[in-house]
């Protein structure tokens, strides 16, 4: 099977009656703000692969909090985490323009690019395990990246892979779960680019946002330019 957009929701809607045509939607502007923008064709399709064989079907229609008190409203509805990494998707290129991965003329790194979509695109997708549970598990980043190197090991470079799974399992930052009488990582002591990650992470799913912004009710999709 051809690992494009529209087996994916052929893919999810066999397996689940919650793929209605908005979560679709926020799908799709996820894998085109996400996916379709990392320039690397190994890494492309390594990230297809893993949303075909290492997702929980759940993910793609669950809500971003099962709380709902700490993700803006917009997240707290079906599809919700797919709309906050499409979000951080679409903030990548501002954070590394600020982090100066970027040349003289405002190119892009690309491969730095990429680490980041990919790792965003891995971070939640075990939010609430595998199988997929009724609350957040704290390591879930963790098991993400895990479950990446995993399915990955073989059709990624290593510095790649272990940059991406990096940046997943910390994505918390300063709050990843570590285990007893070990000391937490300081975001300081943190790559940059897996710092990125977790700004990202940090700024999407600020609640506060909603006292200043509304939602798009649809996603403007990015044209998409190969190198």
């Given amino acids: 099977m051809e690992y494009n957009f529209s087996n994916l929701i052929n893919f999810l809607r ?15 502007a996820l894998w085109q703000w996400g996916i379709e923008r990392i320039s ?5 399709q390594a990230i297809k692969h893993f949303y075909f064989a290492g997702v929980p079907v759940e993910f793609f229609s669950a809500p971003a909090s099962v709380s709902g008190g700490k993700h803006p409203s917009w997240h707290n509805k079906p599809g919700g985490i797919v709309w906050h990494l499409m979000e951080c998707c679409v903030s990548a290129d501002r954070f590394l323009q600020a982090y100066e991965y970027t040349d003289e003329k405002g190119r892009f ?4 690019r990429d680490i980041v979509l990919a790792a965003t695109l891995i971070t939640d997708t075990l939010k609430n395990g595998s199988p997929w549970g009724d609350v957040t598990l704290k390591n879930h980043g963790e098991l993400a990246a895990l479950r990446w190197k995993y399915l990955t090991h073989e059709s990624v470079d290593y510095d ?3 940059q991406i799974a990096h940046a997943v399992h910390y994505h918390y930052g ?3 779960p570590v285990p007893a009488g070990q000391k937490k990582i ?4 943190m790559p940059p680019l897996a710092q990125i990650v977790h700004l990202l992470d940090m700024c999407s799913s600020n609640s506060d946002y909603q006292l200043l912004y509304r939602p798009v009710e649809r996603i403007a999709l990015p044209e998409i330019v190969r190198p």
């Fill in 109 to 112: 790194d690309l491969r730095a």
């Fill in 40 to 44: 690397d064709q190994d890494i492309r």
């Fill in 186 to 189: 300081r975001f300081e002591d």
């Fill in 160 to 162: 790649a892979l272990e």
């Fill in 174 to 176: 300063r709050y990843t």
């Fill in 14 to 28: 066999e397996k689940s009656d919650k793929i209605d045509g908005e979560v679709e939607e926020k799908i799709k």
